[in-house]
C-alpha cells in the first residue's frame, strides 16, 4: 500500500473530475454531426431523383401544375402568349418550367429558368406563391440568381417551407432584376 507523507505537495493528486461530463458531451455531439450528415444525404439523394420509395408508387406522382402570371394553365409557363408590342421587363426573363409538391419534405418547389435579356450582367430575385385549386395561398418562397450576364440562361428552384398534401399551382409574383 502507497502511503503519503505530507510533503511540498500536501498530500495525493486531486481526484479528475469531468471524464464523465466530456463523455457526454462528445456523445451529443457526434449525435448531431450524424443526423445532419444524415440529412445531406437524404436531400442529396431527392436532388438526383434516388429519394426513398419506389418512382411508380401513389406518393411519387406529382402534384402539380405549372401557371403563368395571367393564372392560366400552360405546359411550359413560357411567354409566347404575351403581346408582340409589350415591352419586356423583368417578369418576361423568368419561366415557371416545373411547380410539385416534395414527396420526402412535403414542400412545394417551383423550378425556374431565369434568361437574362437586358444588355448588363443582372441579379435576380424571383418570388413564387403556392396555392391550391380554390386560389387559397398555402406558402410561397423566394429565390435568387446571381450576375448572369446578357443572354446567359441559368435554372433554380424556389422551395416554400410549409408542408402541403394537396396539388399546388405555382404562380410568379413578383420579379426584381438590378444591374450587378
Excluded at 7 to 20: A, H, K, S, V
Excluded at 47 to 68: H, L
Excluded at 139 to 165: C, E, H, K, M
Aim: with cysteine.
Amino acid at each position: 500500500m502507497r502511503s503519503w507523507s505530507a510533503g511540498p505537495g500536501g498530500g495525493p493528486p486531486p481526484r479528475r473530475r469531468g471524464g464523465r461530463v466530456l463523455v457526454v458531451v462528445l456523445a451529443v455531439i457526434g449525435t448531431v454531426v450524424v443526423l445532419l450528415v444524415g440529412l445531406v444525404a437524404l436531400f442529396a439523394a431527392e436532388e438526383r431523383g434516388q429519394g426513398p420509395g419506389p418512382a411508380d408508387s401513389p406518393s411519387k406522382r406529382p402534384r402539380q401544375t405549372v401557371t403563368d402570371r395571367n393564372d392560366s394553365p400552360s405546359p411550359t409557363g413560357s411567354p409566347a402568349a404575351r403581346p408582340q408590342d409589350a415591352v419586356p421587363g423583368p417578369r418576361d426573363d423568368v419561366e415557371i418550367t416545373r411547380c410539385t409538391v416534395n414527396d420526402t419534405t412535403d414542400w412545394a418547389e417551383a423550378d425556374l429558368l431565369v434568361t437574362n435579356r437586358s444588355s448588363k450582367n443582372s441579379t435576380y430575385l424571383v418570388q413564387v406563391e403556392f396555392v391550391d385549386s380554390t386560389g387559397t395561398r398555402l406558402g410561397n418562397a423566394i429565390t435568387s440568381v446571381p450576375d448572369l450576364a446578357p443572354g446567359q440562361r441559368a435554372r433554380t428552384t424556389a422551395r416554400g417551407l410549409d408542408p402541403i398534401t394537396v396539388k399546388i399551382t405555382c404562380r410568379i409574383t413578383d420579379v426584381t432584376r438590378y444591374a450587378s
